[in-house]
């Protein structure tokens, strides 16, 4: 397979109308493909074997946090919002969770611009929507319009893996500006790292025949092996600038690096051979090397996907900045 990428550094992309409606496009095509691919098994919540297993519990983890926090400062109700909630995973592990913490009170909403994704999102929420005291809705919508909930009304706001890096540069700072204002808990955010190893979004990188990745113009381009070709907004934050963004806007709380070791070294058979073999040392060694340079900034940028975790300023501090 051909991979081109040039050149390195990120820096503009035209503010398209165009880009929602490509990824839209592209993930409405990836099907149920995308489900397995990013999530593994969607009825196995809690098993974190899909694809990015260890960067999906160290996400999960700091879910876990905020809602024990919240929890832990006696909140009964919580409200959520998913934002580019794919099939809607994350969000029902929230909700299922968030349940059996003892919140009695749950209101959720995920959106996502693909059609497809919401439609799947919707069947596989069945189960969790029909908890006492949930109510749990997916809606098609488009991050560029703003946020329909109220000021300081969410408690945590998820946009999780890679939804941003499709939205336009140009743009993400009035993104964020709607996180903040929506916010009164919590802010967590992935994205994809500059440095990261190629990807194509919706599927394993195998299955493509040629992949250019535009930093000139923050453009991912596909030919897969099927013959189909796939346009779509791709901007590969650095985390210097995705700590910029995000602090512009919010008190940012950490950035660190995710899966900067365990998707290249780590044996598993779908990156590494099956027969390579490794001792449970080998893991726990792998997982110190993660923790160890996960905030590194010699080694953030070449990390799977980036995560920042925000809250909202005080007003004290507001006002300060504004001073
Ligand atoms: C890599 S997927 C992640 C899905 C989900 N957050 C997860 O972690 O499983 C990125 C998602 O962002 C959605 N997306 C891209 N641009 C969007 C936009 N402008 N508004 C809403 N969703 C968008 C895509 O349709 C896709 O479902």
Redesign the pocket.
Known sequence: MNVHRWPLTPRHSPADSAT?FN??SA?DQAGDDYLTY??GDPVNLFGFEGRYAYSDRRVWAAIRRRLDALRNAGARSLRVV??????G??LRRVVVHAHSMGFTRIVARG????EA?IRRARVLARDAAGLPGVELRFEV????RPLPEADNSIDLALC????LN??PIADVRRVAGEFARVTRGYFIVTVRAVGSQPTI?VDSIDKARDLRQDHEHDLCEVDLHDGRHLSFASHLFTAVELRGIIGGAMEVDEVRGLDLFHNRFAPDARWNPATLVAPEQFFRELACLEETFATDPNFIDRATHLMAVAHPRSARRRAAMRD
């Open positions: 929602a990824a839209a993930y990013a999530d998913d934002a580019g909630c794919g099939p995973t994350w959106f996502d611009v693909a994704q919508s488009d991050l560029a999780l893996y890679c939804v499709h939205a979004y």
